[in-house]
C-alpha cells in the first residue's frame, strides 16, 4: 500500500511540474505578443524618433542629419499610411481575382516607398556612413521577410491543423451514423 500511494504522489508530483513548464511557456509567449502590440502601439512620431536616434549612434550622425533623417522616415510613414487606407478601400470590394492584383500594385507601391526612402538616405548621409547604413537596411529587412514568411507558414500550419480536424470530426460523424462499419 505503501508502494501504491508513494507511486500516486510522484505522479501527483510530476503533473504540477509539468504544469507550471507549461505556464511558464505561456507567460512567455504572452509577453512576446505583449511587445509586439507595444511595438504597433507605438506612433509613428515616436518611431520616426526612435529610429533617428538609433541611426544617429550607430553612424555618428550630426544634428542636421539626424533631424532630416527623421523627417524622411516620417515621411515614409505618411506614405505608407496613405497607401493602406486606399488600398483597404479597394480591397473591401474587390472579388478573389482583383484581390491577387491589388496586392501586386501594393507590394510594387510599397517597394517605390521603400526606393524613395533609400534616395533620401542618400542624400543626408555621406558616402561612409550611407554604406554601414545600406548593410543595417538589408539585414534588417532580411530579418523582416523571415518573419513574414514565418508567419506565413504559421498561417497555413493553421489553416492545415483546421482542415485536418474537421476531416477527423467528419469520420468521426461519420462512423457515429454508420456503426456497421
Known amino acids: 500500500m505503501k508502494k501504491i500511494s508513494l507511486i500516486l504522489m510522484m505522479i501527483m508530483f510530476s503533473f504540477g511540474t509539468f504544469a507550471q513548464e507549461e505556464k511558464e511557456h505561456k507567460d512567455k509567449d504572452h509577453m512576446e505578443h505583449k511587445e509586439m502590440k507595444h511595438m504597433k502601439m507605438m506612433s509613428h512620431e515616436e518611431d520616426a524618433t526612435m529610429y533617428s536616434d538609433k541611426m544617429a549612434m550607430k553612424l555618428n550622425l550630426n544634428s542636421e542629419q539626424k533631424a532630416d533623417l527623421k523627417k524622411a522616415q516620417q515621411k515614409r510613414w505618411e506614405?505608407?499610411?496613405?497607401?493602406?487606407?486606399?488600398?483597404?478601400?479597394?480591397?473591401?470590394?474587390?472579388?478573389?481575382?482583383?484581390?491577387?492584383?491589388?496586392?501586386?500594385?501594393?507590394?510594387?507601391?510599397?517597394?517605390?516607398?521603400?526606393?524613395?526612402?533609400?534616395?533620401?538616405?542618400?542624400?543626408?548621409?555621406?558616402?561612409?556612413?550611407?554604406?554601414?547604413?545600406?548593410?543595417?537596411?538589408?539585414?534588417?529587412?532580411?530579418?523582416?521577410?523571415?518573419?513574414?514568411?514565418?508567419?506565413?507558414?504559421?498561417?497555413?500550419?493553421?489553416?492545415?491543423?483546421?482542415?485536418?480536424?474537421?476531416?477527423?470530426?467528419?469520420?468521426?460523424?461519420?462512423?457515429?451514423?454508420?456503426?456497421?462499419?
Not at 518573419?147 to 506565413?152: D, P, Q, S
Request: charged share 50%.
Open 79 to 181: 506614405s505608407i499610411k496613405e497607401m493602406k487606407a486606399e488600398h483597404k478601400e479597394e480591397m473591401a470590394n474587390e472579388d478573389a481575382e482583383d484581390m491577387s492584383k491589388e496586392k501586386m500594385e501594393m507590394h510594387e507601391q510599397m517597394m517605390k516607398i521603400q526606393d524613395d526612402f533609400k534616395e533620401d538616405v542618400r542624400e543626408i548621409l555621406d558616402d561612409n556612413q550611407y554604406s554601414q547604413w545600406e548593410v543595417m537596411h538589408n539585414e534588417e529587412m532580411k530579418m523582416h521577410d523571415e518573419k513574414m514568411m514565418m508567419n506565413h507558414d504559421k498561417g497555413k500550419m493553421k489553416e492545415k491543423g483546421m482542415k485536418m480536424k474537421n476531416k477527423k470530426k467528419e469520420k468521426e460523424d461519420y462512423d457515429d451514423d454508420n456503426p456497421n462499419l
